[in-house]
């Protein structure tokens, strides 16, 4: 079982940046793929990008180009960098460990609410 604690939200304007972390227990982090979700008010959470034990990542179309996700194996810490961030990124951003499909199996944390607005 994989405990996941996200931290790295807050309030920033557009156009800012802000960098979050998740910090997942367990010794076998190592072979988790992992993934950031989100989830605005009213909407279903949905995927942002996911990074495999090998490091290869992917991003939904909405992020490419502007959201970086990358792990620390070390420190079993997988983090999003987020940059040039729009009103539309606003959101309570959730991590957890996905298998080969990309389908979540973990206990969603508590999640970090990202805001963008002026």
């Known amino acids: 079982q994989v405990q996941l604690v996200e931290s790295g939200g807050g309030l920033v304007q557009p156009g800012g940046s802000l960098r979050l972390s998740c910090a997942a227990s367990?010794?076998?982090?190592?072979?988790?793929?992992m993934a950031w979700y989100r989830q605005a008010p009213g909407k279903q959470r949905e995927l942002v990008a996911v990074i495999t034990n090998g490091g290869s990542t992917n991003y939904a179309d909405s992020v490419k180009g502007r959201f970086t996700i990358s792990r620390d194996n070390a420190k079993n810490t997988v983090y999003l960098q987020m940059n040039s961030l729009k009103p539309e990124d606003t959101a309570v951003y959730y991590c957890?460990?996905?298998?080969?499909?990309?389908?979540?199996?973990?206990?969603w944390g508590q999640g970090t609410q990202v805001t963008v607005s002026s």
């Open positions: 367990g010794s076998i982090f190592k072979i988790y793929d």
């Open positions: 957890n460990g996905v298998d080969g499909l990309a389908r979540p199996f973990g206990n």
